[in-house]
């Protein structure tokens, strides 16, 4: 996977992770994880996932007949 960022944004990533002492990478894994566990918690992003489950779910069943 490769990321690209706005210099501005990468230059503020960088400060960050030499304030942690931490790799970038390790700084942008902290994000992602908390990300996803922000999408977890959310009632409205899980309506989202699981309509979009459904939907998938009807492509797939069409696609096997």
């Keep these: 996977m490769s990321l690209r960022l706005p210099e501005d944004k990468a230059a503020e990533l960088a400060a960050i992770a030499r304030t942690k002492e931490m790799p970038i990478s390790e700084v942008v894994r902290e ?32 696609l096997a007949d």
């Design 31 to 62: 994000a992602i994880d908390k990300h996803i566990d922000e999408c977890r918690a959310n009632e409205d992003f899980q309506k989202l996932l699981k309509k979009r489950l459904e939907e998938d779910q009807e492509i797939l069943k069409r």
